[in-house]
């Protein structure tokens, strides 16, 4: 199993950035991708962003343009760069990473809050 330890979320004003991370630790050997979904109240998780093990990436079709995921495998850390954040990016974001025959991991999950 993989373990995933969060940070970097907080308060921004309609506009503005954050960066979070992720950094990934244990049997991390065989992950195929990781990622950040997100929650926010009264609505189901939906995906962020993704980064595979080839490097290829994907977008939820709402941060499209705005978000960037990238990876730093020395670190083994993931990165989500959210710029011109909006309200409506208020939630929680989870990461999560993919592993072969194994059940995804999930982050602590950390608050992202956009005020207007």
């Known amino acids: 199993q993989v373990q995933l330890v969060e940070s970097g979320g907080g308060l921004v004003q309609a506009g503005g950035s954050l960066r979070l991370s992720c950094v990934a630790s244990g049997n991390i050997g065989s992950i195929k991708s990781m990622g950040w979904y997100r929650q926010a109240p009264g609505k189901q998780r939906g995906l962020v962003a993704a980064?595979?093990?080839?490097?290829?990436?994907n977008y939820g079709d709402s941060v499209n343009g705005r978000f960037t995921i990238s990876g730093d495998n020395a670190k083994n850390t993931a990165y989500l760069q959210m710029n011109s954040l909006k309200p409506e990016d208020t939630a929680v974001y989870y990461c999560?990473?993919?592993?072969?025959?194994?059940?995804?991991?999930w982050g602590q999950g950390t608050q992202v809050t956009v005020s207007s």
């Open positions: 999560y990473a993919n592993q072969p025959y194994r059940p995804t991991s």
């Open positions: 980064i595979f093990s080839g490097g290829s990436t």
